[in-house]
């Protein structure tokens, strides 16, 4: 299994987690390492687990925040890891205000990339409610997420825009 669909999933096989955090669509594992943020995982629901670090309890703490405060800003170290292009796609993402949505499309004219690559870049977010790639959606739905088009991961995306007020007209 991918380390995407570990993300999604939660295996048994998975990483192991500095806390888990029970959420309204699941659970969002947080791992670490190094003193900074590696990754949030979507997880299906499971109770929470108390932090092993006191970075694992304040990443804790602040999932925990915008699960409740959709306007949250998280303030953690990161280790955000891909290539250029990817951290390219991932600085587009980010200035996406709370409450919007992009296409696809749009930030592949604006990147001057293909769609398809922008969607993969995407999907390889590791840092998913920090990093808001579920504010990208398709031209006509709500397109992918965590390299899933159905199932679990459309149920975590569609939970988040509707907490950031973000859907609108046909993907209601």
Request: hydrophobic share 45%.
């Amino acid at each position: 299994m991918s380390r995407t669909a570990t993300r999604m999933t939660g295996t048994a096989s998975g990483p192991s987690y500095d806390a888990v955090v029970t959420a309204p669509f699941g659970a969002v594992g947080v791992e670490t390492a190094d003193g900074e943020v590696v990754a949030l995982h979507f997880l299906p629901p499971q109770p929470a687990s108390a932090a092993t670090s006191a970075l694992g309890a304040d990443a804790a703490a602040q999932v925990e925040q915008y699960l409740v405060d959709a306007d949250f800003r998280f303030d953690l170290p990161l280790r955000i890891e891909g290539t250029t292009f990817q951290r390219r796609v991932w600085d587009a993402i980010a200035a996406i205000p709370r409450g919007q949505t992009r296409r696809y499309g749009e930030l592949a004219a604006e990147l001057e990339a293909p769609a398809r690559t922008v969607g993969q870049a995407c999907g390889d977010n590791r840092l998913p409610l920090i990093i808001p790639c579920h504010r990208v959606i398709g031209a006509t739905s709500l397109g992918g997420f965590a390299h899933a088009r159905s199932g679990f991961a459309l149920s975590v995306k569609r939970w988040l825009l509707e907490h950031e007020h973000a859907l609108v007209g046909t993907l209601l």
